[in-house]
């Protein structure tokens, strides 16, 4: 099995589901006691978090980046970055890295796609919203992509930043998703992605009147897909 990086802390909350469901991955895959064969490195986010919030992104660039060389001279010959929001900065951290990222969009819209799929609401940090390196890959792939309004928004990365990177999920906030998604679907949304690691920990598949598509899940089998080529 080839050795695959994982660069995650952003937050601990998703990498920790990374590296289950790698490990089940792989284990569904290849039977046995078979695990996934991972090098991980788990930044610390409080300094990312800042420098999200500061508009400083070359700060949380270096951060990355530094990361990225440590995965590849330990042996990683891959690397999924763990995190939707810093793939602002993925052809920075691939070129340090020196060998492949996989892209989170890519999955996820090849699963769109593959659905049928045209117009995709997208929940995620404000960052991942409001910038264009996220929804313009998936609008490279073909698909339209619907993002709340300006008040959603905020209560959708407030919920991320304040609640789900910390481990805490609310009832309350589940409702106040729940309400943004069917504020989507009004607007044409014919399908919901969780563009932020964390949103799997709130959502389930039966939440919500639009059909999802979690990121992390669909990252996580991408990685076993490569794991056991």
């Excluded at 991980?40 to 420098?51: G, K």
């Excluded at 960052?127 to 698909?143: I, K, V």
């Excluded at 309350?172 to 399908?191: C, F, K, N, P, Q």
Aim: proline residues 3%; charged residues 20%; hydrophobic residues 45%.
């Amino acid at each position: 099995m080839r050795m695959l990086g994982v660069l995650g802390g952003m937050s601990w909350t998703s990498t920790a589901a990374y590296y289950r469901g790698l490990n089940l991955g792989v284990a569904a895959r290849l039977g046995g006691h078979h695990s996934a064969r991972l090098l991980v490195s788990s930044v610390d986010f409080d300094p990312v978090v800042h420098a999200q919030h500061d508009g400083d992104w070359d700060l949380a660039t270096s951060v990355l980046t530094e990361a990225a060389r440590g995965l590849r001279s330990g042996g990683a010959q891959a690397m999924l970055l763990a995190t939707n929001t810093m793939h602002k900065v993925a052809d920075a951290v691939e070129e340090a890295f020196g060998a492949p990222l996989l892209h989170i969009a890519d999955p996820t819209a090849d699963a769109l796609q593959a659905d049928g799929r045209t117009a995709v609401a997208l929940l995620a940090t404000r960052f991942t919203m409001e910038q264009d390196f996220y929804a313009g890959r998936l609008r490279e792939h073909g698909l339209d992509v619907v993002v709340p309004d300006e008040a959603d928004r905020e209560t959708v990365h407030r919920v991320i930043y304040d609640e789900l990177v910390h481990d805490v999920v609310r009832q309350e906030s589940r409702t106040a998703y729940l309400g943004v998604i069917e504020r989507l679907a009004e607007r044409g949304a014919d399908s919901l992605v969780l563009g932020c690691t964390e949103i799997g920990l709130l959502l389930g598949p039966d939440d919500g009147i639009l059909p999802q598509y979690d990121t992390t899940a669909l990252h996580v089998a991408a990685g076993v897909d490569w794991l056991c080529a």
